[in-house]
T-cell receptor
Framework: GQQVMQIPQYQHVQEGEDFTTYCNSSTTLSNIQWYKQRPGGHPVFLIQLVKSGEVKKQKRLTFQFGEAKKNSSLHITATQTTDVGTYFCAGLSNFGNEKLTFGTGTRLTIIP | NAGVTQTPKFQVLKTGQSMTLQCAQDMNHEYMSWYRQDPGMGLRLIHYSVGAGITDQGEVPNGYNVSRSTTEDFPLRLLSAAPSQTSVYFC???????????????FGAGSRLTVL
């Protein structure tokens, strides 16, 4: 079945440093979504990418969807303590399957 | 709008006991799903439903049953709890389709289950 791998599993950064998490799917995706889960909370939708090579920005967050629609990345510039949490990518299959497959997540901790 | 409501928030069971995790949404979402979250494993899909009367298995369905008698409700049943089912369970729902916003999941707050 479809697998979505995400690296790294953990990332500790000094406040103000940049952070990147990468997502790779075993199959071509129709779209990819990103979610953020604060400690003790539930996943909250951040963004959805649909087009090959698409790049979207939300303030300090930049999301990319690969040309082959099998990989994606999330980059945070100048991290802040409010960025703490686990970031998940989730892929929707390209074959009419409505099940979102989540990556294993990257837990970001910030050292003040 | 309440969004997705899950009950209970916490539950402790003994091995072999049964229980039902409740999930209700008021957004008229066609799609509903249950995930479990374990350390280092991400979110794994247990069961899902694309509409009332229709359910299907996800990645880890064994030990769980679901039903979808109404659009709003999607309960998850554990018939005979096992320690391996200790986890945090999330219910999530979305609209179906190809329009902007479709397939975007809204999650409930989660239910933390411990099986002794």
């Amino acid at each position: 079945g479809q697998q979505v791998m995400q690296i790294p599993q953990y990332q500790h950064v000094q406040e103000g440093e940049d952070f990147t998490t990468y997502c790779n799917s075993s199959t071509t995706l129709s779209n990819i979504q990103w979610y953020k889960q604060r400690p003790g909370g539930h996943p909250v939708f951040l963004i959805q990418l649909v087009k090959s090579g698409e790049v979207k920005k939300q303030k300090r967050l930049t999301f990319q969807f690969g040309e082959a629609k099998k990989n994606s990345s999330l980059h945070i510039t100048a991290t802040q303590t409010t960025d703490v949490g686990t970031y998940f990518c989730a892929g929707l299959s390209n074959f009419g399957n409505e099940k979102l497959t989540f990556g294993t997540g990257t837990r970001l901790t910030i050292i003040p | 709008n309440a969004g997705v409501t899950q009950t209970p928030k916490f539950q402790v069971l003994k091995t072999g006991q049964s229980m039902t995790l409740q999930c209700a949404q008021d957004m008229n979402h066609e799609y509903m799903s249950w995930y479990r979250q374990d350390p280092g494993m991400g979110l794994r899909l247990i069961h899902y439903s694309v509409g009332a009367g229709i359910t299907d298995q996800g990645e880890v369905p064994n030990g769980y049953n679901v039903s979808r008698s109404t659009t709003e409700d999607f309960p998850l049943r554990l018939l005979s709890a096992a320690p391996s089912q200790t986890s945090v369970y999330f219910c999530a729902s979305s609209h179906r389709g190809v329009f902007s916003g479709a397939n975007v999941l809204t999650f409930g707050a989660g239910s933390r289950l411990t099986v002794l």
